[in-house]
């Protein structure tokens, strides 16, 4: 499966959740809109610090929604694969095979 078509699936399956649990879901989001905010830091480097947690924790959906999210607000694939080094970095050999997948989405995001 792409990313793109992976990108659709999480997302078909978020709004079944969101109807299913809609308050929770809420508050989530909104959690995700007030940290992901522009602030001392700004979107774009909170979005390198989500990818690089995404790849630490081994979620490959994660890596998914932020390596997308990296390409809305302009990131390079110079600046992801720095984001990726730190990662394999904190996280070792799991860390490194992530972040393969990782760069190869965003690669995928960028075509």
């Given at each position: 499966?792409?990313?793109?078509?992976?990108?659709?699936?999480?997302?078909n399956?978020?709004?079944?959740?969101?109807?299913?649990?809609p308050?929770?879901?809420?508050?989530?989001?909104?959690?995700?809109?007030?940290?992901?905010?522009?602030?001392?830091?700004?979107?774009?480097?909170?979005?390198?610090?989500a990818?690089?947690?995404?790849?630490a924790m081994?979620?490959?959906?994660?890596?998914v929604s932020?390596?997308?999210?990296?390409v809305?607000?302009?990131a390079?694939?110079?600046?992801?694969?720095?984001?990726l080094?730190?990662?394999?970095?904190?996280?070792?050999?799991?860390?490194?095979?992530?972040?393969?997948?990782?760069?190869?989405?965003?690669?995928e995001?960028?075509?």
């Amino acid at each position: 499966m792409s990313a793109t078509e992976d990108l659709a699936t999480k997302r078909n399956q978020l709004r079944n959740l969101r109807k299913a649990i809609p308050d929770t879901f809420a508050g989530f989001v909104a959690m995700e809109q007030a940290a992901s905010a522009d602030g001392a830091l700004s979107k774009k480097q909170k979005e390198f610090i989500a990818l690089g947690i995404a790849v630490a924790m081994r979620c490959e959906a994660c890596i998914v929604s932020h390596a997308k999210a990296l390409v809305s607000v302009g990131a390079t694939r110079e600046e992801v694969v720095e984001v990726l080094g730190t990662s394999i970095q904190m996280s070792g050999g799991p860390g490194l095979m992530y972040a393969g997948k990782a760069l190869e989405i965003f690669d995928e995001f960028t075509a």
